[in-house]
Structures are given as structure tokens and as C-alpha cells.
């Protein structure tokens, strides 16, 4: 338990040796270091001390959250970094979630090494301007499980803080896991002093999905972490109409594809239609979706982006939606947010830029 740092085989939910609880709570009933931790001497956390190192050549810390998972919330972070990578912003995108890491695959940058220097860690680089860091990057193999308790989890986020040179960044955008578990906790403890500028919440529209949300919102305000606004994805499935396939359902269940068919009769009767963009409702927002919780809870709503196959196709190709002019319905929506986040919050980078 050097510096403080949690040990291996504490329990889930440890409160740190340092903590004046330590071997005291609930959570450390049954623990193999609760005398231990019960009778040392309490002191500040050195490697707080590191972590305010390492954080000061970082302008703005961004957290991105959601209440669940497969929302799109680490699609979102990744091309959140692109767009502002794209504005010739230092950006860094941080992914701490720890079990299920899938920046690396959505940057494109599946197989690629950890190198550490007399600096510490060299983030891998998608672009001179945008590195990123993971633990996809140091399993052997992709497929490999992590099986961690809360404490080893924690103590690699705070390694990924306190040993990671990023040098001078702009943004700093962190993909946290869903929920609000252990890393959540500890990401704002070890941040805390440097400062966060705040959080960005991904959710899909439909009331399951809000329903924790609001919880994720509830945690943000218990913590003092500033909600800068929260983003509805998958608002809708949207798509030119060419893109389409159409299909003729038989009784039986079976489906044939009726598309050239549907294609050529509207390039021949009506091929204005080819030019128009169809939408379609997948989740139910009946309930008012992300902006009705938004104006109850208080929090800013950002906008919403819809379920763009293009957009799956860039993340699964480690691509930016803004390269190409592939994402016709997501890409303008994702700059409309990322536009109203740096006017809202970040008006003088947008000066600087400019």
C-alpha cells in the first residue's frame, strides 16, 4: 500500500487507505487489510500531487457519461475528438472504460503499442494534434476479458493520469463507462483539483434509457461536476431514400428484394425522390425524449443525432464522420453540437482558433 494506493485484493467499493473511514466502513468489513488500514497514519494522497502535474499543460477536462451502455456514448467521444481535432485543437481522448474498451477500434487504432519514454507514457496518435490512451492498447489479446475488482480498476485510471505525457492539450476528452461505478467516482476524486470542466451526457431517446440519466445527472450535481448539456443519439433512424433497400414480405415470412426495381421506377416517375432523405422512428420519445428531461432536470440539451448507418460504417472503420461526405444526416447535427459546446463554454479557444 505504498503512496496510498489501494491494494489488489481489497474489497469492491474500498474507500482508499487514506480515507477516513478507511477500515471502518461497510465496504471494508471482511477485508484482509482493514486492521491495517484502520490503524495507519492518514495523509494527502502524493500522487494527487502528480496528477495536478500532469493535468496543468491540459487546458479543459470533458467527461462523457451515459446511464447505459450501447447508447453510442464512446461513438460519440471519439468523433467528438475529431471535430475538434479538425479545428487544429491539442486534444487527447482519455477512454477509462476499463472492461469494455472500444476507442481504439473506433480511432482506428486497433493493434497499436504503449511506448513510455523518460516522459512517462506516449499516447498512440491518430493525427500529430490527437492522441489517445486505453487499456485496449496493452492486452495481448483483443478478445481477452478484464476481470478486475473496483480497487485494480481504479489504480489504473489513476496510473493512466499521473504517468500519460499528453504535453500541451486543449481537450482533454475522457470516455467513461456507463453508470455510475467506481471509476466514475475516482476519475472526479483524482481531477477534482485540477479542475473539470464538465460533463456531456449520450442518451437515446426512449424513457429506459432516460430513466438512468437522470440518475447520471443526479450523480454529476452530488459531485459538483457541471453538466454542459446532454446529447439524444439515435434520434430516429435517418438516411437518403436511395440508400434503402425494399423489400416484399411472403406469407411465410420470407422477403424479396424488390430495390433496383423500386430504384429504377423512381429514377423513370418521380426522380426528384431519389434526393430526399427518409426518416423513421426506432425508439418510442413519446415520452418528450432528452429534451423534456433536459427542461426538468435543469440541464442544457444539445441536440439530437440520428441513427446514421454511415455513421456506424466511420465508427467501425476508425474514421472521422467529418471526412468524408458520406454521414449526410449525423455529421451536421454532431457539428451543430460540437459548434454550440465551444460557443457555449468555450467562446475564447474559438477566438484563438479563429
Known amino acids: 500500500m505504498e503512496n496510498g494506493e489501494i491494494p489488489e485484493n481489497a474489497n469492491e467499493h474500498c474507500p482508499g487507505p487514506q480515507s477516513d473511514s478507511a477500515g471502518k466502513s461497510d465496504a471494508c468489513q471482511g477485508c484482509p487489510n482493514q486492521e491495517v488500514c484502520a490503524t495507519a497514519p492518514k495523509g494527502p494522497d502524493p500522487d494527487l500531487v502528480a496528477i495536478a502535474e500532469r493535468m496543468a499543460t491540459v487546458k479543459h477536462k470533458i467527461l462523457v457519461l451515459s446511464g447505459k451502455g450501447g447508447v453510442g456514448k464512446s461513438t460519440f467521444s471519439a468523433q467528438l475528438s475529431f471535430a475538434l481535432a479538425a479545428k487544429d485543437f491539442q486534444v487527447g481522448l482519455l477512454d477509462i472504460d476499463i472492461c469494455g474498451p472500444s476507442i481504439p477500434k473506433m480511432l482506428g487504432l486497433e493493434g497499436q503499442d504503449i511506448h513510455q519514454s523518460n516522459l512517462g507514457w506516449s499516447p498512440v496518435y491518430v493525427e500529430s494534434n490527437l492522441g489517445v490512451m486505453s487499456i485496449g492498447f496493452m492486452l495481448p489479446n483483443p478478445d481477452e476479458a478484464v476481470i478486475w475488482r473496483g480497487p485494480r480498476k481504479n489504480g489504473l485510471i489513476k496510473q493512466f493520469l499521473k504517468d ?11 470516455d467513461a463507462p456507463p453508470g455510475t461505478s467506481d471509476e466514475h467516482i475516482s476519475i472526479v476524486q483524482f481531477l477534482q483539483a485540477t479542475g473539470i470542466d464538465g460533463a456531456i451526457i449520450v442518451t437515446t431517446p426512449q424513457q429506459v434509457s432516460l430513466i438512468d440519466v437522470r440518475k447520471e445527472v443526479s450523480f454529476c450535481k452530488k459531485v459538483g461536476v457541471p453538466v454542459l448539456g446532454v446529447v439524444e443519439n439515435m434520434s430516429g433512424l435517418c438516411q437518403p431514400l436511395k440508400d434503402f433497400r425494399f423489400l416484399k414480405t411472403t406469407e411465410n415470412g420470407e422477403h424479396t428484394d424488390l430495390t433496383e426495381k423500386v430504384i429504377e421506377y423512381m429514377r423513370e416517375k418521380a426522380p426528384e425522390m431519389l434526393d430526399l432523405v427518409a426518416s423513421s422512428e426506432v425508439f418510442d420519445s413519446s415520452g418528450g425524449g432528452a429534451a423534456k428531461m433536459c427542461t426538468e432536470m435543469e440541464v442544457p440539451f444539445l441536440g439530437k443525432v440520428p441513427l446514421d448507418p454511415q455513421l456506424c460504417k466511420a465508427a467501425e472503420e476508425g474514421k472521422s464522420c467529418f471526412a468524408e461526405q458520406k454521414c449526410l444526416t ?10 454550440k459546446l465551444l460557443t457555449n463554454y468555450w467562446r475564447e479557444e474559438m477566438h484563438v482558433e479563429q
Do not use: Q
Open 330 to 339: 449525423s455529421a451536421p447535427a454532431l457539428k451543430n453540437i460540437v459548434e
Open 164 to 174: 500519460v505525457y499528453w504535453g500541451e492539450l486543449d481537450f482533454l476528452v475522457v
